[in-house]
């Protein structure tokens, strides 16, 4: 099943790679949401960065999103969970995808399984340097 989320993944990343989203014509899930970064932890083999924040449709959400490498270090896999909470209940997500850094930027594109049976593409952009991190969830399912 990871294998074929995988490819999946890498046909709508080869698709998005020039951020030319609206070629796809996928529509908006919510407003882009910045959230706060509460810790960034540095590995080896992987980087761990999650962030918190108030995202439309799913309240306070809590995230993270764990980055293994490619050779060169400048890219690779992501995958993570995040969950949001309501004063109506909880719900609760699982994401794959794909980083690649951009002009200093990290830049991860996700194909999103939401519990409530909604899928989202969500591109999420963290600046390091200034600890920004927004993501942009785009309808799927």
């Not at 949401?33 to 439309?56: K, N, Q, W, Y």
């Not at 995230?63 to 969950?83: E, F, I, K, P, S």
Request: hydrophobic share 40%.
């Amino acid at each position: 099943m990871k294998y074929l989320v995988f490819a999946g993944l890498f046909c709508f990343a080869s698709l998005t790679m020039a951020d030319g989203h609206d070629e796809l014509g996928l529509e908006k899930r919510q407003p882009d949401a910045p959230m706060t970064v509460t810790s960034v932890v540095l590995g080896e083999e992987m980087t761990s960065i999650s962030a918190e924040g108030g995202m439309e449709g799913y309240g306070q959400v809590y995230v993270t999103y764990d980055l293994t490498y490619n050779t060169a270090r400048t890219g690779g896999t992501v995958d993570g969970q995040g969950r949001g909470f309501t004063k109506d209940g909880a719900a609760s997500g699982r994401f794959q995808g794909f980083w690649e850094l951009q002009d200093g930027v990290v830049v991860m594109r996700n194909v999103v399984n939401i519990n409530n049976g909604t899928m989202n593409l969500d591109v999420i952009k963290f600046n390091p340097l200034t600890r920004d991190l927004v993501v942009q969830a785009y309808i799927l399912k």
